[in-house]
């Protein structure tokens, strides 16, 4: 979640409330396959109603300089949060967390081919903001 906003303050609320909800529904929760699934989905819903009501005006974190390699995390969180809000879900949940497509549609409720899409253009767009080739 840390890399989907960078506010580790907003991050450490919506956690917490993801959990306490999920406390409270363990009883239906915990029969899934992946009950860890299931309260990511709730984080992020919470985390888009979060930013959506306190979204700053501040500007993102100024990147480095992109002749330098990126040997940081905190450079790939800001680079993660330059992305539009959909492409930085897939992609942080693809490539930070591991999840497979069919596991990011369903997380996500959308079609496996919609994930896809915003995982190709995620990237470009990560090749883009961090200076990388299309190659």
Not at 95 to 123: C, F, K, M, P, W
Request: aromatic share 4%; no cysteine; hydrophobic share 40%.
């Amino acid at each position: 979640m840390t890399a989907l906003t960078g506010d580790t303050r907003a991050v450490d609320d919506v956690a917490q409330d993801a959990l306490v909800i999920a406390r409270h529904r363990w009883a239906d929760i915990s029969t899934y396959d992946k009950p860890e699934a299931w309260v990511l989905k709730v984080a992020i819903r919470l985390m888009r109603r979060w930013q959506q009501r306190y979204e700053r005006e501040t500007p993102l974190v100024a990147m480095p300089d992109v002749a330098e390699p990126v040997h940081n995390l905190e450079a790939l969180h800001s680079a993660l949060r330059e992305l539009s809000p959909r492409h930085r879900e897939v992609v942080a949940l693809h490539h930070l967390l591991g999840y497979s497509v069919s596991e990011i549609a369903s997380v996500l409720v959308v079609g496996e081919s919609t994930v896809r899409t915003h995982l190709t253009r995620g990237r470009a767009e990560l090749r883009r903001i961090l200076g990388g080739s299309d190659e």
